[in-house]
């Protein structure tokens, strides 16, 4: 049986998904248009979202959070729906191979923030809060796309569960 977190990993694939094929509709004129909002526009969420999973991506592999934050990270700012959905598809890749790779999706780690200090925490917990982070961005740019005059779509995970 598929261990809960990575049912919600791929929620959280197929949210981003169906997001950037609203995005890639709308063109990049939208996607990187400046508005008064969370963010100056949605390319700069997208680009938040990004560095963030990948930051997430280097913790779960193992490696510090300190350290995860001082490594180069990719210039996304300039990067069209186009470069940023092959982006995020790499990414994915790799947290699947790694993930497949886990024989305790449950098994207790230290986690140790520079802002918040050491906690104990699992996997799993890790993996949820990475999809949590990105619910809660794919709901900015959704209000986003409305504050600019534009549907969005529906990446609820009720959805995911009847339309996957």
Do not use: C
């Not at 959070?65 to 995020?88: C, Q």
């Not at 790694?98 to 923030?113: A, G, H």
């Not at 809660?136 to 549907?151: D, E, K, P, S, V």
């Amino acid at each position: 049986m598929t261990h809960y977190a990575m049912n919600m990993y791929d929620y959280h694939v197929w949210a981003n998904k169906t997001l950037f094929n609203r995005l890639l509709e709308l063109g990049n004129a939208v996607y990187h248009q400046e508005i008064q909002s969370v963010f100056p526009s949605v390319s700069k969420v997208v680009s938040h979202m990004y560095i963030v999973d990948q930051l997430w991506f280097h913790i779960i592999s193992g490696m510090s959070m300190s350290e995860a934050l001082t490594i180069e990270k990719v210039d996304t700012d300039t990067k069209t729906i186009e470069d940023m959905d092959m982006l995020f598809l790499h990414l994915t890749g790799r947290y699947k191979t790694f993930l497949r790779q886990q024989e305790e999706m449950d098994k207790m780690l230290i986690l140790d923030t520079p802002w918040a200090g050491r906690r104990e925490t699992s996997l799993s917990e890790m993996i949820t809060h990475i999809v949590t982070h990105g619910s809660y961005h794919r709901g900015n740019i959704t209000a986003m796309l409305r504050q600019m005059g534009h549907a969005s779509v529906t990446t609820d995970l009720t959805s995911y569960w009847y339309i996957h």
